[in-house]
């Protein structure tokens, strides 16, 4: 009977580990925030989620953790009174063999300067849709030109 009880155990370890492996709407997401750029090396720069009518992009940056298959990612940007505004797509490599990175920095730009963005002062919002599930909202602000 002694030896029977660390073998169940383990079995029900095992058992509950490909359990949570098998799901597969699970995304890692390690981090995210909206910025006003991203560094030539793809992490954000200048993390607000404010922005004036005269800077040149509001951008939601994801970190996420990789695993075996490509995934992909949607940004879908809404005017301030709820409207589809744009949509923009991305895929997410799978991790590349054992020594590979194990995160993804992604992101989306949205144009302000210059575009109809800028004559649409409020409050924004961006969903994150990964593998047709949303897993993230971002609400940010965007001030009119008397308020930069």
Known sequence: MRKRIPSLVVLALLLMGGLCQANPLFIPLSEHTMAKAVSPGGMPLYRTSVFCVNDEQA???L???R????????WRWYYPEGRTYTRTFSTMPPIDGFTGLWAAPLWSCLKIKGTDVARMPGTWKV???VDYRKVLTEYFTINGPNAC
């Open 59 to 61: 951008v939601s940056w």
């Open 63 to 65: 970190l996420i953790f």
């Open 67 to 74: 695993d075996a298959r490509a995934h992909n990612v949607e």
């Open 127 to 129: 969903d994150v849709i």
